[in-house]
């Protein structure tokens, strides 16, 4: 066991030689990087989680999540400290106009004879933005006989439960005009949920993203989501999503990032496309 490194706060203190250890497990484990080379952001997420689990320095922290079986179990639980989970109904409001207005259209007059769409929210968290493009789709007259599918997939085992059972608080709501808020939820005693009509559509299962073989369980899709986390992880597991995302990708199928994350400067198959207000990346139909 390694000493003890307490500060005069009583916080665990952690050495530059533990941040680059627990560093390089999270970004080999996920691909994250925002965070987790701030030591002070570490002591302040995990100081508490040693303290529960009795240890005295991060050097013991790193070889419990490293050698230890049931290491595995407590990666999920550090990365669940440092990753945020923040999200709502309808966020990004303007490239959501663009989705129905410039990208849904494309792709129902290009699948016309399929009569089916699948969509892809690729880092979910708790299912908002999933149930969101559900919504967006059924508000669509043109495709009520369109068979729609939406998958949704986090990393995080804790942030699906809440995504499957679909019920939210106020702060979901921050963004949810009252008229979709009537048409597509119903008040609960735990909270307002989804209705049953949007959740059918919906569904969610475990996915890291920087592991390409786990994408064969999503099938084929025409549109990605995927807003709001390739901005927390490396740049090398961005290029390595966006590759994987484009092969997953239907030809003709688009890609969505968040307004901070853009392909400007990565070498990508993606060719852009500029909507009225937004960017958006599409894989060439040939
Ligand atoms: C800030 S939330 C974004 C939620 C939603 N896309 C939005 O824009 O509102 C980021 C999510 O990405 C997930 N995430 C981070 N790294 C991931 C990875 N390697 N694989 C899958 N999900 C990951 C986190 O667990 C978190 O729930």
Redesign the pocket.
């Known amino acids: 066991m390694s000493g003890r490194q307490v500060g005069e706060s009583g916080r665990v203190r952690i050495t530059d030689e533990e941040v680059r250890l627990l560093q390089e497990l999270v970004h080999d484990?996920?691909?994250?990087s925002t965070g987790v080379n701030d030591g002070f952001f570490l002591e302040r997420r995990l100081g508490p989680r040693l303290r529960e689990l009795g240890l005295k320095c991060f050097l013991d922290y790193y070889h419990l999540l490293r050698f230890d079986p049931g290491g595995d179990e407590e990666l999920d639980e550090f990365?669940?400290r440092i990753?945020?989970?923040?999200?709502?109904f309808f966020?990004?409001q303007f490239q959501l106009d663009g989705f129905c207005n410039q990208v849904l259209p494309s792709l129902v007059d290009r699948l016309s004879a399929r009569r089916s769409l699948a969509f892809w929210?690729?880092?979910?968290?708790?299912g908002?933005?999933a149930y969101t493009i559900a919504m967006l789709v059924r508000e669509q007259p043109q495709l009520d006989d369109w068979n729609v599918r939406v998958i949704g997939?986090?990393?995080?085992r804790k942030?699906l439960g809440q995504a499957r059972a679909g019920v939210y608080g106020p702060s979901s709501f921050r963004t949810t005009r009252a008229d979709l808020r009537r048409r597509y939820f119903e008040e609960v005693p735990d909270g307002t949920r989804v209705c049953g009509a949007i959740r059918r559509l919906c569904s969610f299962r475990?996915?890291?993203?920087?592991?390409a073989a786990q994408y064969g369980s999503v099938g084929p899709v025409d549109a990605i989501?995927?807003?709001?986390?390739l901005m927390?992880?490396s740049g090398s597991?961005r290029n390595q999503?966006i590759e994987s995302f484009y092969d997953r990708l239907a030809p003709g199928g688009y890609l969505l990032l968040?307004h901070s994350e853009s392909l400007l400067s990565t070498a990508t198959r993606f060719e852009h496309v500029h909507l009225e207000k937004d960017l958006v990346y599409r894989r060439p139909l040939v």
């Open positions: 484990h996920c691909g994250l990365v669940e990753t945020t989970h923040e999200t709502y966020r990004e929210s690729a880092g979910c968290s708790t908002e933005e997939t986090d990393l995080s942030v475990q996915l890291n993203l920087i592991r989501f995927c807003r709001n986390v927390y992880l597991a999503i968040g």
